[in-house]
């Protein structure tokens, strides 16, 4: 079945940097959208940032020139470079994949931006 495993989250300064990953397993990695939201406390779900089959990456406005998106097909894996962390980055961020018409969910993990 469809797995996808966060890590990488935990506690970091403002201004620091953390890299998320997300380990895919029983689809074909490869050929898959991936992409990364989040949800702050008390907010709803906020799509971060996604890379297509073919490497092209988006970005949400004020994730722009902060974070980066990446992937390693040998791996299965889909990264998540955030630098220049703000507090309002606070958040679990899940990854997540399309496959069809069906998304599927990690479980997410959680980042804190504070000092």
């Known amino acids: 079945q469809v797995q996808l495993v966060e890590s990488g989250g935990g506690l970091v300064q403002p201004g620091g940097s953390l890299r998320l990953s997300c380990a895919a397993s029983?689809?074909?990695?490869?050929?898959?959208?991936m992409s990364w939201a989040r949800q702050a406390p008390g907010k709803g779900l906020e799509w971060v940032s996604g890379?297509?089959?073919?490497?092209?990456?988006y970005y949400a406005d004020s994730m722009v020139g902060r974070f980066t998106i990446s992937r390693d097909n040998a791996k299965n894996t889909v990264y998540l470079q955030m630098n220049t962390l703000k507090s309002e980055d606070t958040a679990v961020y899940y990854c997540?994949?399309?496959?069809?018409?069906?998304?599927?969910w990690g479980q997410g993990t959680q980042v804190t931006v504070s000092s």
């Open positions: 890379i297509d089959s073919g490497g092209n990456t």
């Open positions: 997540k994949a399309r496959l069809g018409m069906n998304d599927h």
């Open positions: 029983g689809f074909t990695f490869s050929s898959s959208a």
